[in-house]
C-alpha cells in the first residue's frame, strides 16, 4: 500500500497536504517515557507518519499500567516486559515505514545527551520533575523543541516549548517542588480518558511543528480538569522570563549537575515496593553471564534489554542492560543493596 494511501485523510487537511506530510516523514522525535502519555502520543506519532520516532523508558510493563496505557496487553504485564520494546513492536506492526527505535534506559545528566542526540522534538511523557528541570536545561542550550504534558486525577495540562526560551519550563516552576507536595498516579489516581486527551493534545502540537506551521502552536499553559468541566490558559508575562533562572540568567543548572538529578542515588520507585539502584562504577555484568550463574538460584528470565531473577521468597532482582537493578519485594534501600552484592555482585 503506498503512503499516498496511508496518509490520505492526513494529507486533505490543508494545514497539511503533501508539503506537511513531507516535513513529518522527514521528522525525528523522541519519546520520554513510554506510559500513560508516551503510548498514546507516540501512536498518534507513528499513525501520521513520523519518519524516526525514538522511545524512552526504564521500566516494565505492570498489571496497573493496562488501565490506561494502551499500547500493553495481559501477557506482556504478565511476563514483564520492557515498555519501550513493546510499545516499538506494535507500532512497527502499526506502521511498518517508520523507523523505531526502543531505548531501556534512565535519563540523567550523563546520559541525556546521548538519549536526545539528533532529534527534532522531544514528547514528555515522564511524570518526573527531575527529569523535566533536566530536559529544560538541555532544550535551552541546544534549541531542541519540546511538548511538556502532565496527568493526575482528573485534571491535565500541557504546554509547547520551543526551546529558546522566554518563557522555559523554569518560567512555569522556578524550583523543584518538594517531594511531599507532588501528587502522583500512584497516590491520587489517574482518568484513562485525560491521559488520553492531554497525550492526544500533545501529538496535536507536534505535528503543528514538525509539518512545518510553527504558527500555530500553543504559546499558553493549558490545565484542563476534565470531572469539573473547566479548562483554562495561562500566559506568561514577561516579567517571569526576565527573572528566571534558567532562559532569564541562563544558568543551567540542572544539566551541569548543580542541582538534584535523577542520578546517583538508590530510589525507592514510587507507589511500588521496589528499589532502584544505579549502575555500578565500571563495566556492568553481561546479562548473558548473570543469566547463566543464577540458573540455580531461581526462575530466571532473559530479555532483551534485561535479566531477572525471581527468588523463593519472591523476591526480584530485574538488571537491566544500562547497569540498573530494581529489586521487587522490597523498600529497604539497605536490604536492596545487599541482594544486589549477593547476587549481582559490586
Not at 505492570?62 to 520494546?85: H, Y
Not at 513492536?89 to 535519563?107: F, G, K
Request: aromatic share 6%; with cysteine.
Amino acid at each position: 500500500m503506498s503512503s499516498a494511501t496511508r496518509y490520505d485523510r492526513q494529507t486533505r487537511l490543508s494545514v497539511i497536504g503533501q508539503e506537511g506530510q513531507r516535513r513529518i516523514g522527514e521528522s525525528r522525535v523522541a519519546v520520554l517515557g513510554c506510559g500513560a502519555l508516551g503510548t498514546v502520543a507516540a501512536d498518534i506519532l507513528a499513525r501520521a507518519g513520523v519518519g524516526y520516532l525514538r522511545l524512552i523508558d526504564r521500566d516494565v510493563v505492570e498489571w496497573s499500567n493496562l488501565q490506561r496505557q494502551s499500547l500493553f496487553l495481559e501477557a506482556d504485564a504478565r511476563s514483564g516486559r520492557a515498555k519501550a520494546e513493546v510499545a516499538a513492536e506494535r507500532l512497527q506492526a502499526a506502521n511498518s515505514t517508520i523507523e523505531l527505535e526502543p531505548v531501556v534506559a534512565d535519563v540523567t545528566v550523563d546520559t541525556i545527551s546521548g538519549l536526545l542526540d539528533g532529534t527534532d522534538l522531544v514528547i514528555d511523557a515522564t511524570d518526573n520533575f527531575a527529569i523535566r528541570f533536566l530536559l529544560n536545561d538541555y532544550s535551552l542550550l541546544h534549541r531542541l523543541p519540546w511538548v511538556h504534558g502532565g496527568c493526575v486525577g482528573t485534571t491535565g495540562q500541557l504546554m509547547f516549548f520551543t526551546g529558546e526560551g522566554k518563557p522555559c519550563f523554569r518560567c512555569l516552576v522556578p524550583q523543584m517542588p518538594p517531594a511531599a507536595a507532588i501528587a502522583t498516579c500512584d497516590t491520587a489516581g489517574v482518568l484513562g480518558s485525560a491521559t488520553h486527551t492531554i497525550a492526544s493534545l500533545q501529538a496535536t502540537e507536534a505535528l503543528k511543528w514538525l509539518s512545518g506551521h510553527r504558527e500555530a502552536v500553543r504559546h499558553r499553559v493549558w490545565s484542563i480538569d476534565f470531572w469539573a468541566n473547566r479548562s483554562r490558559e495561562v500566559e506568561f508575562p514577561a516579567a517571569l522570563s526576565e527573572s528566571c533562572p534558567a532562559c532569564g540568567r541562563g544558568e543551567l543548572s540542572f544539566l551541569e549537575g548543580a542541582e538534584e538529578s535523577t542520578a546517583g542515588e538508590p530510589k525507592v520507585l514510587c507507589g511500588r515496593q521496589a528499589v532502584q539502584l544505579p549502575p555500578p562504577a565500571g563495566t556492568p555484568s553481561p546479562l548473558a553471564l548473570l543469566a547463566q550463574r543464577w540458573e540455580e538460584l531461581g526462575e530466571v528470565q532473559a530479555a532483551r534489554f534485561f535479566v531477572r531473577l525471581t527468588l523463593p521468597d519472591s523476591l526480584t532482582l530485574t538488571v537491566f542492560r544500562d547497569g540498573r537493578t530494581v529489586v521487587d519485594g522490597t523498600d529497604d534501600i539497605a536490604k536492596a543493596k545487599t541482594l544486589h552484592a549477593r547476587y549481582v555482585g559490586g
